[in-house]
């Protein structure tokens, strides 16, 4: 699986929107681009994935690059609720296995 | 659905003592996950199920550690002997099938060994 590359930690105004990175330039035609967050003390949450194409859901939207080398993952409206660490995984659908790295800690100010 | 239920929550042990967590995945699903976090490793994966058959074991750190899944509503992880090193908090997870983008995690367990 492909390996990305995120900022350590991000801090967001509440109310703003909060775009985080991630790249993964060595990524291959049939891996997907998810992402999940863990907020203190829980287990790790699914917020959205991708392979090509934007996508929205309630949560947040996943915007990939054409080349598909990088990806950002946009909370539209930042809560207090949304302070986490925020994770960008490549992997191929069917593979199974998610491989976690050390993600982006997001803070969310007042 | 409750979600992923783990117990338990909480568990300190001596060193050498036998440990066992154990895992209800969501009704339905397919495929079971355990992962262990800790501050100097993050979050690894440990073994996965599909079909309650386990396919890929790579991430077990040695022979003390080892899981079953009897049926498709329990597993479970076990640590014989268990060793300071293996403090963590250990999470199992759950999803319709490996090839679902979402899994479902449990609360985790916090094993604290002495």
């Known amino acids: 699986d492909a390996k990305t590359t995120q900022p350590p930690s991000m801090d967001c105004a509440e109310g703003r929107a909060a775009n985080l990175p991630c790249n993964h330039s060595?990524?291959?035609?049939?891996?997907?681009v998810y992402w999940y967050r863990q907020i203190h003390s829980q287990g790790p949450q699914y917020i959205i994935h991708?392979?090509?194409n934007n996508e929205t859901n309630e949560m947040a939207s996943l915007i990939i690059t054409e080349d598909r080398k990088s990806s950002t993952l946009i909370l539209p409206h930042a809560t207090l609720r949304d302070t986490a660490v925020y994770y960008c995984?490549?992997?191929?659908?069917?593979?199974?296995?998610?491989?976690f790295g050390q993600g982006t800690t997001l803070q969310v100010k007042p | 659905d409750a979600g992923v239920i783990q117990s338990p929550r909480h568990e300190v042990t001596e060193m050498g003592q036998e440990v066992t967590l154990r895992c209800k995945p969501i009704?339905?699903?397919?495929?079971l996950f355990w992962y262990r976090q800790t501050m100097m490793r993050g979050l690894e994966l440990l073994i996965y199920?599909?079909?309650?058959?386990?396919?890929?074991d790579s991430g077990m750190p040695e022979d003390r550690f080892s899981a079953k899944m009897p049926n498709a509503s329990f597993s479970t992880l076990k640590i014989q002997p268990s060793e300071p090193r293996d403090s963590a908090v250990y999470f199992c997870?759950?999803?319709?099938?490996?090839?679902?983008?979402?899994?479902?995690f449990g609360p985790g367990t916090r094993l604290t060994v002495t």
């Open positions: 997870a759950s999803s319709l099938d490996r090839g679902i983008y979402e899994q479902y």
């Open positions: 060595t990524i291959s035609g049939n891996e997907y």
């Open positions: 991708g392979l090509k």
């Open positions: 995984i490549v992997s191929r659908l069917g593979a199974g296995k998610l491989i």
């Open positions: 009704s339905g699903h397919n495929s």
């Open positions: 199920f599909n079909n309650n058959v386990p396919i890929d």
